[in-house]
């Protein structure tokens, strides 16, 4: 099992449009993919056409509950010419509800995600985090193998991926197998001009070595979370071949360094599973 947690404190840098991009490429070669849905606001769970669902991520935050991960987990909506379709365990509004009680637990409750996810069969984790250094967001850090930043390319860009980093060596601090590795910084949304190229370099300057493949701004990929539809079935729409492509070989960057056995092939669909 490969798990990598999506993150950044800011909201509108698109993290939750890379998961579903990670996710359509992932399906596109037949990966087993599990999305995990800790933010409140649902958009990874409709995103994947998952609109009213019959359980729920925070069951299993409410509680210690080791191995509880798959209890939660359903297929989703996704069409059957999408690859192999992506399980999610769903967000729910209780979500929001969750974190202030998951603070008052006296032993400390940031690794109840970790307990949920041990010995989860599922090849590849992502995990949508809130835009917030909160205790979901914790919870996940304690829980995945690695972690990606995604970030936009403007002002205050190069401060907050500064803060999220420091937020990681935090953790990586205080777990035992000094976890999760950083994969990159996924610079989403570059457009195609002067003040776009300007930020992008002082990312790529500030975290030399450490910038993924960017992901550019086009109408294709939001129209793709807008339909809860992959990009890679969008079809001939005005580019969506090259989002999509970006979205391959942001998967590729991610997975390169990991034991990736079974990953590529998409005969390892399992059978009778569409």
Same mark, same amino acid.
């Given at each position: 099992?490969?798990?990598?947690?999506?993150?950044?404190?800011?909201?509108?840098?698109?993290? *939750? %449009?890379?998961?579903?991009?990670?996710?359509?490429?992932?399906?596109?070669?037949?990966?087993?993919?599990?999305?995990?849905?800790?933010?409140?606001?649902?958009?990874? *769970?409709?995103?994947? +056409?998952?609109?009213?669902?019959?359980?729920?991520?925070?069951?299993?935050?409410?509680?210690?509950?080791?191995?509880?991960?798959?209890?939660?987990?359903?297929?989703?909506?996704?069409?059957?010419?999408?690859?192999?379709?992506?399980?999610?365990?769903?967000?729910?509004?209780?979500?929001?509800? @969750?974190?202030?009680?998951?603070?008052?637990?006296?032993?400390?409750?940031?690794?109840?995600?970790? =307990?949920?996810?041990?010995?989860?069969?599922?090849?590849?984790?992502?995990?949508?985090?809130?835009?917030?250094?909160?205790?979901?967001?914790?919870?996940?850090?304690? +829980?995945?193998?690695?972690?990606?930043?995604? *970030?936009?390319?403007?002002?205050?860009?190069?401060?907050?991926?500064?803060?999220?980093?420091? *937020?990681?060596?935090?953790?990586?601090? @205080?777990?035992?197998?000094?976890?999760?590795?950083?994969?990159?910084? +996924?610079?989403?949304?570059?457009?195609?001009?002067?003040?776009?190229?300007?930020?992008?370099?002082?990312?790529?300057?500030?975290?030399?070595?450490?910038?993924?493949?960017?992901?550019? =701004?086009?109408?294709?990929?939001?129209?793709? +979370?807008?339909?809860?539809?992959?990009?890679?079935?969008?079809?001939?729409?005005?580019?969506?071949?090259?989002?999509?492509?970006?979205?391959?070989? =942001?998967?590729?960057?991610? =997975?390169?360094?990991?034991?990736?056995?079974?990953?590529?092939?998409?005969?390892?669909?399992?059978?009778?599973? %569409?």
């Amino acid at each position: 099992m490969t798990s990598i947690a999506v993150v950044n404190q800011k909201g509108g840098v698109g993290k *939750t %449009t890379v998961v579903l991009g990670l996710a359509s490429a992932a399906a596109h070669r037949g990966i087993e993919t599990l999305v995990v849905d800790v933010d409140p606001q649902g958009n990874a *769970t409709s995103g994947l +056409a998952v609109f009213e669902p019959t359980r729920s991520i925070d069951s299993v935050l409410a509680e210690e509950s080791p191995g509880g991960i798959e209890s939660v987990m359903e297929t989703t909506g996704w069409p059957h010419d999408s690859g192999r379709r992506p399980l999610v365990a769903a967000s729910s509004p209780t979500l929001a509800a @969750r974190e202030p009680q998951l603070a008052n637990d006296p032993l400390g409750a940031q690794d109840r995600l970790s =307990l949920a996810m041990h010995g989860c069969s599922v090849p590849l984790i992502l995990v949508d985090c809130p835009p917030s250094l909160g205790l979901l967001t914790i919870n996940a850090l304690f +829980a995945v193998d690695a972690v990606m930043v995604v *970030t936009e390319p403007g002002a205050w860009a190069v401060d907050g991926v500064g803060r999220m980093l420091q *937020t990681i060596n935090r953790i990586q601090t @205080r777990r035992l197998d000094g976890g999760p590795e950083v994969k990159g910084i +996924a610079i989403n949304k570059l457009g195609r001009t002067r003040d776009g190229r300007y930020w992008h370099e002082q990312l790529d300057s500030a975290y030399p070595g450490q910038c993924l493949p960017p992901v550019h =701004l086009r109408a294709a990929v939001s129209e793709a +979370a807008a339909q809860s539809r992959p990009i890679h079935t969008l079809g001939s729409r005005s580019g969506v071949v090259e989002a999509a492509c970006e979205f391959d070989v =942001l998967l590729d960057s991610l =997975l390169e360094t990991t034991n990736t056995g079974g990953f590529s092939h998409p005969g390892a669909i399992r059978q009778g599973e %569409t």
